[in-house]
């Protein structure tokens, strides 16, 4: 099965990712939650975390500053060296 993933930030052509393999359970591991600052997308966090937790998870939350750009390089970087996996929130 082959999924494409637009970049709607103006691309000229998609990139071409391998997707990454997704592990058998997420006991036990670190999931990073990255609220992207829009409304009501920690709503949908606080939900998702709740449920998480519930499978063994232990949850570690982000936010951007602003919805309107990119994450920062930092908090990229944070993330992916504290996380096993991570979950974006877009709510409205």
Not at 15 to 35: I, K, N, Q, W, Y
Not at 41 to 47: E, K, P
């Amino acid at each position: 099965m082959t999924t494409t993933v637009l970049d709607p930030t103006a691309e000229q052509r998609p990139a071409t990712r391998e997707r990454t393999d997704r592990p058998e359970s997420l006991s036990g591991l670190t999931v990073g939650l990255l609220d992207i600052s829009k409304p009501r997308g920690d709503v949908f966090l606080n939900r998702v975390e709740e449920r998480l937790c519930a499978m063994g998870a232990t949850v570690v939350r982000y936010a951007k500053p602003t919805f309107t750009k990119p994450a920062p390089v930092d908090l990229r970087h944070e993330i992916s060296t504290q996380c096993d996996a991570v979950i974006e929130a877009l709510a409205d």
